[in-house]
């Protein structure tokens, strides 16, 4: 079957540094998307990544290991506005989104 | 201008009843989607649909119908309302191209339509 798994919660500090794993499953793979989703909002697009390695993009960054099923998101310099919940979703050969339940990032002052 | 939009914000009503949700999108996209996310957050998608094709969730009851009276418009009709469709309901259009381009599958999502049925 088709799975994400990445972790319910993770707690960080303010300036600090946090990298939120994802593994995937999928029949077929046509890319991993990252989106952020703020408490009563809509998802909103961070990055995706279909070959291996790091896309860099300001404070957020996204990593793919396509022969391990696994990606990062790494937020550097944290800030309270980057408390929200990160989505991992992978896309299958039928370009069909397979969405993980998210990871909600708390973080302190 | 919002990319995507959907109508209404909130919306609260009786089991049994039927409701639709409208959304529209003015980005041009091919291809929409209707999602529901429930009490723990997670999105489970309902439809996907182009002018080519519609697919649907097996498990989404009968119920539910997508309507798309043309390619920047998909609507949600919900038939005899029960509680535990209470979720927010998001909307969203990504360009098809199966993929052959970066980001060229990236969905936008709309504001989402809260559901309450009581």
């Known amino acids: 079957g088709q799975n994400i798994d990445q972790p319910t919660e993770m707690t960080a500090t303010e300036g600090a540094i946090v990298q939120i794993n994802c593994t995937y499953q999928t029949s077929g793979f046509n890319g991993l998307f990252w989106y952020q989703q703020h408490a009563g909002e809509a998802p909103t697009f961070l990055s995706y990544?279909?070959l291996d390695g790091l896309e860099e993009k300001g404070r957020f960054s996204s990593f793919l290991s396509r022969s391990k099923g696994y990606s990062y998101l790494l937020l550097k310099e944290l800030q309270m506005k980057d408390s929200a919940s990160y989505l991992c979703?992978?896309?299958?050969?039928?370009?069909?989104?397979?969405w993980g339940a998210g990871t909600k990032l708390i973080i302190k002052p | 201008d919002t990319a995507v939009s959907q109508t209404p914000k909130y919306l609260v009503t009786q089991m049994g009843n039927d409701k639709s949700i409208k959304c529209e999108q003015n980005l041009g996209h091919d291809t929409m989607y209707w999602y529901k996310q429930d009490s723990k957050k997670f999105l489970k998608i309902m439809f996907s649909?182009?002018?080519?094709?519609?697919?649907i969730n097996e498990t989404v009851p009968n119920r539910f119908s997508p309507k798309s009276p043309d390619k920047a418009h998909l609507n949600l009709h919900i038939n005899s309302l029960e509680l535990g469709d209470s979720a927010v309901y998001f909307c969203?259009?990504?360009?098809?191209?199966?993929?052959?381009?970066?980001?060229?599958?990236?969905?936008?999502f709309g504001p989402g339509t809260r559901l309450l049925v009581l």
């Open positions: 969203a259009s990504s360009q098809e191209g199966e993929g052959t381009a970066v980001y060229q599958e990236t969905q936008y």
């Open positions: 990544n279909v």
């Open positions: 979703a992978a896309m299958d050969s039928n370009y069909q989104l397979i």
């Open positions: 649909y182009n002018n080519k094709e519609l697919i």
